[in-house]
């Protein structure tokens, strides 16, 4: 079955370490995407990419850093710069198509002490 | 204003009622519309499309209202699995997806 996973589901780490998240598809979309999710608010675009070795910043890039080596994966690096880095972190790939949905991983929830 | 706007909620509705929760978007070039479900701690997934014409989905219906800039969500008779909270996504003028907050929905027996 085609689908997208994150790994691991719970990580939890020091203040001042970097974390990388893993994001895995199969469903050949060229698009990819990380969102953060905090309680009470809607998703907020951390980075996406449209194309391999391509990756543009979203809405709130600053602490966070991603690759795009192959186009089946889109890890996220949560560096010792995020201020407020706990948080449900989300991945998500789609077509290339105007007005594609998204297709979300299972999320992983990093806890930052 | 925010963007994308979102009656929090929770609504709390008996089992086999109806209901419907509206969404707010801001930016009148906004062209594609979405209703995702996410439940506790979960991934979103999408719902349903929302189109132009309005579309019906099973006991689920989408309304798009673009001269007042909204879009809906109408479930009818609501079963105790619906509880969840129900997101709302809009693209704004660069095709980018913009999320509402969410409004949780309770179905009580």
């Known amino acids: 079955d085609g689908g997208i996973t994150q790994s691991p589901k719970y990580l939890f780490r020091k203040e001042g370490q970097n974390v990388t998240l893993s994001c895995e598809q199969n469903?050949?979309?060229?698009?990819m995407y990380w969102y953060r999710q905090d309680p009470g608010q809607g998703l907020r675009l951390i980075y996406y990419?449209?194309?391999?070795?391509?990756?543009q910043k979203g809405d709130i890039a600053e602490g966070y850093s991603v690759s795009r080596e192959k186009k089946e994966s889109f890890p996220l690096t949560v560096t010792s710069a995020q201020k407020n880095p706990t948080a449900f972190y989300l991945c998500?790939?789609?077509?290339?198509?105007?007005?594609?949905?998204?297709?979300f991983g299972n999320g992983t929830r990093l806890t930052v002490t | 204003r925010k963007e994308v706007e979102q009656d929090p909620g929770p609504f709390n509705v008996p089992e086999g009622a109806t209901v419907a929760f509206n969404c707010t978007y801001s930016?009148?070039?906004?062209?594609?519309f979405f209703w995702y479900r996410q439940d506790c701690r979960k991934e979103p997934k999408l719902l349903m499309s929302?189109?132009?014409?309005?579309n019906e989905d099973g006991r689920f219906t989408a309304q798009l209202n673009r001269a007042s800039q909204y879009i809906s969500l109408l479930i009818r008779d609501s079963k105790l699995s619906d509880s969840a909270t129900y997101l709302c996504?809009?693209?704004?003028?660069?095709?980018?997806?913009?999320w509402g907050a969410g409004t949780k929905l309770i179905i009580k027996p």
């Open positions: 998500a790939s789609a077509t290339r198509d105007f007005g594609s949905p998204l297709h």
């Open positions: 469903l050949n979309h060229d698009a």
């Open positions: 990419s449209q194309i391999v070795n391509d990756f």
């Open positions: 930016n009148s070039a906004s062209q594609s």
């Open positions: 929302v189109y132009s014409s309005g």
């Open positions: 996504v809009v693209t704004d003028s660069n095709y980018q997806l913009i």
